[in-house]
């Protein structure tokens, strides 16, 4: 039964690749005058596809120089396709001015990756361009991004740096061997925790951080990492690599996590307590009072600004 399945997803997207061909050869083209019709949307010029995987073998473990290469060969504007999905690459600062300023309106919305696809509709890194991102961008630049709130954080930035300094001190005058890349992510990541809700997520060393960092990383990696379904949306149904699956898990746990500091700030706030100052958290929890912004949504925003 496993071998029949593992026979169908190897055969299956082969079959229709071929048939597609077949049909499209069939298909009348018109005459040259069609073809330089104007209103002809063209894809710009490109390194000619091979079937099935189109230009997945032309990039290498190094993308950015393959890519490189192909742009001297086929110019700062060109045209891929990864295995079904067809790309534009901009690779040049002129073109590339265009398409993010001039064009913006027009190029601004973003194809979420497979794994990420039932939470990309509550985060801001993905949502289009429309009264819901608007709202949650002056948010995040009234809150977040203000120079005002920025030169008022620089002591908190100081205090975390003095942290990571004296944890490295203590292990070195313990004969401790550091793991410089954890300490630096815990510095980093009580940085993010105190600037959004005014706490700590771990502290260096201890094991009540290593669930939340093992988490962030889950997450970075199932998003980022390579993943066939984006290549072939046909295989979207199975998850083939799991990678949406394991995303959904760690999301899910992080945002349990999150709900936990809600709940305690809500109580805080009905008790007449709270913090010294108010946080990005506060404010998220007053746009939740006036109906501007739902629970899920808070959630959500938390989880991906870390």
Same mark, same amino acid.
């Given at each position: 039964?496993?071998?029949?399945?593992?026979?169908?997803?190897?055969?299956?997207?082969?079959?229709?690749?071929?048939? !597609?061909?077949a049909v499209r050869r069939r298909? +009348?083209?018109?005459? *040259?005058?069609? /073809?330089?019709?104007?209103?002809?949307?063209?894809?710009?010029?490109?390194? /000619?596809?091979? +079937?099935?995987? $189109?230009?997945?073998?032309?990039?290498?473990?190094?993308?950015?120089?393959?890519?490189?290469?192909?742009?001297?060969?086929? &110019?700062?504007?060109?045209?891929? =396709?990864?295995?079904?999905?067809?790309?534009?690459?901009?690779?040049? +600062?002129?073109? *590339?001015?265009?398409?993010?300023?001039?064009?913006?309106?027009a190029l601004s919305a973003r194809? !979420?990756?497979?794994?990420?696809?039932?939470?990309? %509709?509550?985060?801001? !890194?993905?949502?289009? +361009?429309?009264?819901?991102?608007?709202?949650?961008?002056?948010?995040?630049?009234?809150? @977040?991004?203000?120079?005002?709130?920025l030169d008022d954080s620089r $002591?908190?930035?100081?205090?975390?740096?003095? %942290?990571?300094?004296?944890?490295? &001190?203590?292990?070195?005058?313990?004969?401790?061997?550091?793991?410089? &890349?954890?300490?630096?992510?815990?510095?980093?990541?009580?940085?993010?925790?105190?600037?959004?809700?005014?706490?700590?997520?771990?502290?260096? $060393?201890?094991?009540?951080?290593?669930?939340?960092?093992?988490?962030?990383?889950?997450?970075?990696? %199932? !998003?980022?990492?390579?993943?066939?379904?984006?290549?072939?949306?046909?295989?979207?149904?199975?998850?083939?690599?799991?990678? =949406?699956? =394991?995303?959904?898990?760690?999301?899910?746990?992080?945002?349990? @996590?999150?709900?936990?500091? #809600?709940?305690?700030? @809500?109580?805080?706030?009905?008790? &007449?307590?709270?913090?010294?100052?108010?946080?990005?958290?506060?404010?998220? @929890?007053?746009?939740?009072?006036?109906?501007?912004?739902?629970?899920?949504? #808070?959630?959500?925003?938390?989880?991906?600004?870390?």
């Open positions: 039964m496993i071998s029949a399945y593992v026979w169908l997803l190897c055969v299956l997207p082969l079959t229709i690749s071929w048939v !597609a061909l298909l +009348p083209t018109g005459g *040259a005058k069609d /073809r330089r019709d104007p209103g002809d949307k063209r894809p710009p010029p490109g390194p /000619r596809p091979l +079937p099935l995987v $189109g230009n997945l073998l032309q990039l290498d473990d190094q993308p950015h120089r393959s890519l490189s290469g192909l742009a001297r060969v086929h &110019g700062p504007l060109m045209s891929l =396709r990864l295995g079904r999905v067809p790309v534009v690459v901009v690779s040049s +600062p002129s073109v *590339a001015k265009q398409v993010l300023r001039t064009h913006d309106h194809a !979420a990756p497979d794994s990420i696809s039932a939470h990309n %509709e509550l985060s801001m !890194a993905w949502l289009p +361009p429309a009264a819901q991102w608007r709202r949650l961008r002056r948010l995040c630049n009234t809150h @977040l991004f203000n120079p005002q709130i $002591g908190l930035r100081l205090k975390k740096v003095r %942290e990571l300094v004296s944890f490295v &001190g203590e292990c070195s005058r313990a004969g401790k061997a550091v793991d410089v &890349g954890c300490a630096a992510a815990t510095a980093t990541l009580n940085l993010i925790s105190n600037t959004l809700f005014s706490s700590d997520v771990g502290g260096h $060393g201890a094991e009540s951080s290593a669930e939340f960092k093992g988490l962030v990383r889950n997450i970075m990696e %199932e !998003a980022g990492g390579p993943n066939v379904a984006d290549y072939f949306p046909l295989l979207r149904w199975a998850d083939p690599q799991g990678r =949406r699956r =394991r995303f959904s898990h760690s999301v899910g746990r992080l945002r349990q @996590l999150f709900g936990g500091i #809600i709940d305690g700030r @809500l109580q805080s706030r009905c008790g &007449g307590a709270g913090t010294d100052a108010e946080d990005f958290l506060d404010a998220l @929890l007053d746009s939740h009072a006036t109906s501007q912004l739902d629970r899920p949504t #808070i959630l959500s925003l938390l989880v991906f600004q870390v």
